[in-house]
């Protein structure tokens, strides 16, 4: 598995990274870098072996139905460069 | 996956195009709310109304370092919904994270189950009336977070968001594409609503959004391949679903006959002008680079919490149904129109009881729901309590009252309340059966109109007119068989 610039570009743009032209090259090198070492895993033969989710064993907790947060909007919306009403303000979307 | 085809083509449903006939293909992804006290994975509340941002925990609002922590009743409410509708119920799912950006979504992602999710396969049986039942196969199950909100018409270059509803527990409900019309669409909403309702795993509350649908259409040739779709997306009303669909259907036919091409895309639909049109495309808006979420283990239940949530399962529409017409020989019809709705069935079950259950359902469907409608009033509000609309039944089973009588008292007991026996004692409005006092007043008629007497001879349906003064004398009470009776032995008649 590798990437070209385009996929490089591609994975910018989803996550909303700005790449620039000449950037391009230096990342693709990195990401296939990556890639590449990443592959050695493969070399593993792993059939038969379970997918490890937890390296103890261990099952996902739950939490009881019960209100025990919020209520503090204030709070919520203190860091937010813009806000009204203790509502966010973000630059117009619209579909 | 491949997609099987289940159905048999119903000429009924073909849409006529300029080149020959064409059917729909449907499939659904319902969101519904779970009802819960908390959220999905935070201890906040899902109260609906509040104001904006006071139902957000940190977790909700994405701040660094929170964690979730899944909510054991949401995970029971989806198994119940999974049995409900008699569903493979999966003991191991995973949640995923789906990643993209949009200011009302704060973690950049959405905890949803993608490759493995709570229930499986299963099924809904759809009543048509007479073209019977079908059984539309339901694809999946999944638990996921709803998104916050975003309002647009605040400010002239702002959108304000409320992340309120951020991180509320969603079932997405996704059908098979077994549906082929637009009555097949809306009566799928409608059962699965009635489904959640009974179950109480959501409110079916569309009008508040705790129900919407994303609607899959696309047309073929009647049985041949399936055509390329467009999804509709967040519907919020039956009504809309229907006339959505049937927009969108015909305007692929149109395209289709003109010789082009459907291209797969979103669209909104717009229930003032009732057309569907294109969302501003998203180019790699499907990109939604799916992986398990490294902060929750896979999900995990044994046998024995399936079984105890099975046991306490409440008795759905479909047993309910065929209980009705098993135990109070009431027909399919007035069957499906009792069970719709839980509090109705119940209203009915409670009038029924030990009494004649053909004029029970006529009464309750015919008088009750029918005045209830005129007034706008819910059944559970109704100004007849179940007591009393069996109390006239009651009247109305030993012969004391005739049935227009009833409709009187009927209305009396709606307007001014009361014991309907003792209303009937007091008022006079006892039926009159007393074979005596009838034929003293029918000799009065015979005698005060001979000219009639002599042309009911020929005319045997002036019988009716005869029957009509009687009434007239004793004010309705009179009890219409006895009239009868007594009339054509004494006018000769047969």
């Given at each position: 598995?590798?990437?070209?610039?385009?996929?490089?570009?591609?994975?910018?743009?989803?996550?909303?990274?700005?790449?620039?032209?000449?950037?391009?090259?230096?990342?693709?090198?990195?990401?296939?870098?990556?890639?590449?070492?990443?592959?050695?895993?493969?070399?593993?033969?792993?059939?038969?072996?379970?997918?490890?989710?937890?390296?103890?064993?261990?099952?996902?907790?739950?939490?009881?139905?019960?209100?025990?947060?919020?209520?503090?909007?204030?709070?919520?919306?203190?860091?937010?460069?813009?806000?009204?009403?203790?509502?966010?303000?973000?630059?117009?979307?619209?579909? | 996956?491949?997609?099987?085809?289940?159905?048999?083509?119903?000429?009924?449903?073909?849409?006529?195009?300029?080149?020959?006939?064409?059917?729909?293909?449907?499939?659904?992804?319902?969101?519904?709310?779970?009802?819960?006290?908390?959220?999905?994975?935070?201890?906040?509340?899902?109260?609906?109304?509040?104001?904006?941002?006071?139902?957000?925990?940190?977790?909700?609002?994405?701040?660094?370092?929170?964690?979730?922590?899944?909510?054991?009743?949401?995970?029971?409410?989806?198994?119940?919904?999974?049995?409900?509708?008699?569903?493979?119920?999966?003991?191991?799912?995973?949640?995923?994270?789906?990643?993209?950006?949009?200011?009302?979504?704060?973690?950049?992602?959405?905890?949803?189950?993608?490759?493995?999710?709570?229930?499986?396969?299963?099924?809904?049986?759809?009543?048509?009336?007479?073209?019977?039942?079908?059984?539309?196969?339901?694809?999946?199950?999944?638990?996921?977070?709803?998104?916050?909100?975003?309002?647009?018409?605040?400010?002239?270059?702002?959108?304000?968001?409320?992340?309120?509803?951020?991180?509320?527990?969603?079932?997405?409900?996704?059908?098979?594409?077994?549906?082929?019309?637009?009555?097949?669409?809306?009566?799928?909403?409608?059962?699965?609503?009635?489904?959640?309702?009974?179950?109480?795993?959501?409110?079916?509350?569309?009008?508040?959004?705790?129900?919407?649908?994303?609607?899959?259409?696309?047309?073929?040739?009647?049985?041949?391949?399936?055509?390329?779709?467009?999804?509709?997306?967040?519907?919020?009303?039956?009504?809309?679903?229907?006339?959505?669909?049937?927009?969108?259907?015909?305007?692929?036919?149109?395209?289709?006959?003109?010789?082009?091409?459907?291209?797969?895309?979103?669209?909104?639909?717009?229930?003032?002008?009732?057309?569907?049109?294109?969302?501003?495309?998203?180019?790699?808006?499907?990109?939604?680079?799916?992986?398990?979420?490294?902060?929750?283990?896979?999900?995990?239940?044994?046998?024995?919490?399936?079984?105890?949530?099975?046991?306490?399962?409440?008795?759905?529409?479909?047993?309910?149904?065929?209980?009705?017409?098993?135990?109070?020989?009431?027909?399919?019809?007035?069957?499906?129109?009792?069970?719709?709705?839980?509090?109705?069935?119940?209203?009915?079950?409670?009038?029924?009881?030990?009494?004649?259950?053909?004029?029970?359902?006529?009464?309750?469907?015919?008088?009750?729901?029918?005045?209830?409608?005129?007034?706008?009033?819910?059944?559970?509000?109704?100004?007849?309590?179940?007591?009393?609309?069996?109390?006239?039944?009651?009247?109305?089973?030993?012969?004391?009252?005739?049935?227009?009588?009833?409709?009187?008292?009927?209305?009396?007991?709606?307007?001014?309340?009361?014991?309907?026996a003792k209303l009937v004692e007091e008022r006079g409005m006892k039926q009159v059966s007393d074979t005596g006092a009838i034929e003293k007043i029918v000799d009065e008629i015979i005698a005060g109109n001979p000219d009639q007497v002599e042309k009911v001879k020929d005319k045997p349906g002036l019988l009716g007119w005869f029957v009509g003064q009687v009434m007239k004398q004793t004010g309705g009470k009179a009890n219409p068989q006895a009239v009868n009776e007594i009339l054509k032995a004494k006018l000769g008649l047969e």
């Amino acid at each position: 598995m590798s990437v070209d610039a385009d996929t490089v570009r591609r994975i910018g743009h989803l996550a909303r990274i700005r790449i620039s032209d000449d950037e391009v090259a230096a990342y693709e090198g990195e990401l296939n870098a990556i890639l590449g070492f990443v592959e050695q895993l493969s070399e593993v033969d792993v059939s038969g072996v379970e997918p490890m989710t937890s390296v103890t064993p261990m099952v996902l907790r739950r939490r009881a139905d019960g209100v025990t947060d919020g209520g503090y909007p204030e709070k919520v919306v203190a860091n937010a460069p813009l806000s009204e009403d203790n509502f966010f303000m973000v630059p117009k979307v619209v579909e | 996956m491949s997609i099987v085809d289940t159905r048999t083509p119903n000429p009924k449903y073909f849409i006529a195009g300029a080149t020959g006939d064409w059917e729909m293909v449907i499939g659904m992804e319902v969101h519904a709310q779970v009802t819960s006290e908390a959220k999905l994975f935070s201890g906040s509340s899902t109260e609906f109304g509040r104001p904006p941002n006071s139902n957000v925990s940190f977790v909700d609002a994405a701040m660094p370092g929170m964690l979730p922590v899944i909510n054991d009743e949401c995970v029971r409410q989806a198994v119940r919904t999974g049995l409900g509708l008699k569903a493979k119920i999966n003991k191991r799912s995973v949640f995923d994270r789906k990643n993209y950006f949009y200011p009302d979504l704060p973690q950049g992602y959405q905890i949803s189950q993608y490759k493995d999710p709570i229930v499986g396969e299963g099924k809904v049986l759809l009543d048509l009336g007479e073209d019977g039942e079908v059984e539309i196969g339901i694809e999946r199950l999944h638990l996921e977070q709803d998104a916050g909100k975003s309002i647009h018409d605040q400010h002239p270059n702002m959108s304000f968001v409320d992340l309120n509803r951020s991180g509320v527990a969603l079932m997405e409900i996704v059908s098979k594409p077994d549906l082929r019309s637009s009555d097949e669409a809306k009566a799928y909403l409608s059962k699965l609503r009635t489904i959640l309702r009974y179950l109480g795993t959501c409110d079916g509350n569309m009008e508040q959004g705790s129900m919407r649908a994303d609607i899959n259409v696309s047309v073929r040739r009647p049985g041949g391949e399936f055509g390329t779709r467009c999804e509709i997306k967040n519907v919020n009303s039956v009504r809309f679903a229907g006339q959505a669909i049937e927009y969108e259907a015909r305007r692929q036919i149109d395209i289709l006959e003109d010789g082009g091409v459907i291209d797969q895309e979103t669209r909104l639909f717009d229930p003032k002008s009732g057309q569907t049109r294109s969302m501003r495309s998203k180019e790699e808006a499907h990109d939604y680079r799916y992986f398990p979420d490294p902060d929750l283990l896979p999900l995990e239940f044994d046998d024995a919490f399936i079984d105890e949530l099975a046991a306490h399962l409440p008795e759905l529409p479909d047993e309910k149904s065929a209980r009705f017409i098993e135990s109070y020989g009431i027909s399919h019809y007035d069957a499906s129109v009792l069970v719709a709705d839980r509090d109705s069935a119940d209203f009915f079950e409670s009038v029924a009881k030990g009494r004649d259950g053909k004029l029970a359902a006529n009464w309750v469907i015919n008088e009750l729901f029918g005045r209830l409608n005129k007034d706008g009033t819910a059944v559970t509000d109704s100004p007849v309590s179940a007591d009393q609309l069996g109390g006239i039944v009651d009247l109305i089973s030993k012969g004391e009252i005739s049935g227009k009588i009833a409709k009187d008292l009927f209305e009396i007991v709606w307007s001014e309340g009361g014991d309907p026996a003792k209303l009937v004692e007091e008022r006079g409005m006892k039926q009159v059966s007393d074979t005596g006092a009838i034929e003293k007043i029918v000799d009065e008629i015979i005698a005060g109109n001979p000219d009639q007497v002599e042309k009911v001879k020929d005319k045997p349906g002036l019988l009716g007119w005869f029957v009509g003064q009687v009434m007239k004398q004793t004010g309705g009470k009179a009890n219409p068989q006895a009239v009868n009776e007594i009339l054509k032995a004494k006018l000769g008649l047969e």
